[in-house]
């Protein structure tokens, strides 16, 4: 998926070109805009890429390939424990299966957005932060200097067990053993997904919480956080220009959000002629992705259905937020084992598979991400 929307990157930056020829001033505003968007985008991309790499194994032979996946599914059909290299979690693997997945039923992309780091053999992992800077001051003659110092804290990275639990229909078996084997892995990897993809947003508990989310993670300061109770035409820039510094907007950040309130941002209209404020634009390849345009300002938005929408949150309490993806981290300190069984759901012809892993996650960057919430009061 990478190299797909890369090349889209490149055929779009070509035709911005061309668009800047007969450009108006407002036009060369929202393509300098959305130029600024791509880069960075392509920029996170190519990272991404080079760190799965480094996780993946190493590449080898296509018969080679073959022959071992062909081992794996034989292994799996003798209900073996099989363990999958940890970087296969993040990205899907190429294999093709045969089984038709229900509609709709994806997994949020913000697991292959956030930062990942290999934590094997680690007991926990410790990031450390600036949360303030050094302050400066005029100095008299003959006056020492007043004390000024920047301010450290670190944010843990503490591993929990995460265990999956699907059920695939014993028909699977009629498949070829490469067939057979990624149909397991695609149903038990897309639980883990979908779970980790929910622990980064509320964490793994509401007290005493070891796997830390967006939330409830320290490094972001309460003081930090939106009021918002309802979406109108100046919600959108009020998020992205209070992200960041009182001096700086910062670039390559996503808004996180519910469907239900993407749908609220296009059913806002302006006052007079009743036109759609906001301009939406699914990613065509990745339709769980696309753009928010607000005339000049152009904002990438991911959805998460972890995310609880404006309309339907308590109040004081948070729904979406925007930020930079990388300020979250995620750390992986184990593989990723599955194990097949035949016996459980014998009588309904099923195959239940069960897998595990050790990750955790955390804010790793002071005020990574600005959250929005409702007002205490939602009167």
């Known amino acids: 998926m990478n190299e797909k929307r890369l090349k889209e990157i490149n055929e779009r930056k070509e035709a911005i070109r061309e668009e800047l020829k007969t450009a108006d001033e407002e ?7 959305e130029t600024d968007l791509l880069l960075e985008e392509e920029k996170a991309l190519r990272s991404k890429s080079d760190l799965n790499g480094k996780l993946q194994f190493q590449a080898k032979p296509e018969g080679r390939a073959q022959s071992d996946m062909e081992r794996r599914g034989r292994e799996l059909k003798q209900s073996r424990a099989v363990t999958i290299g940890s970087g296969t979690l993040i990205k899907p693997m190429g294999n093709q299966t045969s089984i038709n997945d229900e509609l709709g039923q994806g997994v949020s992309s913000i697991i292959d957005m956030v930062k990942v780091t290999n934590c094997m053999g680690m007991s926990e992992y410790q990031v450390a932060y600036k949360s303030a800077d050094m ?27 995460i265990t999956t639990y699907s059920e695939i229909s014993r028909e699977a078996r009629n498949l070829t053993d490469v067939d057979y084997y990624s149909a397991v892995l695609a149903s038990a990897r897309k639980a883990l997904r979908r779970k980790v993809s929910e622990f980064i947003i509320k964490s ?11 939330n409830s993670a320290s490094a972001i300061s309460a003081a930090t956080d939106i009021e918002i109770s309802a979406i109108d035409d100046k919600t959108l820039r009020n998020i992205v220009l209070n992200y960041g510094g009182d001096e700086d907007t910062l670039g390559g950040a996503v808004l996180f959000l519910n469907k239900t309130d993407l749908i609220a941002f296009g059913d806002v209209r302006g006052t007079n002629e009743k036109k759609a ?23 990438r938005y991911c959805l998460n259905s972890n995310i609880t929408s404006l309309s339907q949150t308590a109040a004081g309490a948070y729904s979406m937020f925007y930020g930079v993806p990388e300020c979250y981290e995620l750390g992986l300190f184990s593989d990723y084992t599955v194990r097949v069984s035949e016996d459980y759901q014998f009588a309904k012809r099923m195959l239940a598979v069960l897998g595990e892993v050790m990750i955790g996650g955390n804010v790793t960057v002071a005020n990574g991400f600005v959250r929005v919430k409702t007002p205490a009061s939602k009167g």
């Open 204 to 214: 793994d508990a509401t007290s005493s919480a070891a796997f830390i989310g967006v």
């Open 135 to 161: 302050t400066a001051a005029k100095n008299a003659e003959n006056t020492a200097a007043t004390s000024s110092d920047p301010t450290f804290a670190y944010a843990v990275i503490k591993p929990v067990t």
């Open 277 to 299: 404020v906001y301009e939406i634009t699914p990613d065509s390849i990745n339709t769980n992705t696309g753009i928010i345009r607000d005339g000049g300002l152009a904002v």
């Open 27 to 33: 036009q060369l505003r929202s393509l300098e805009q």
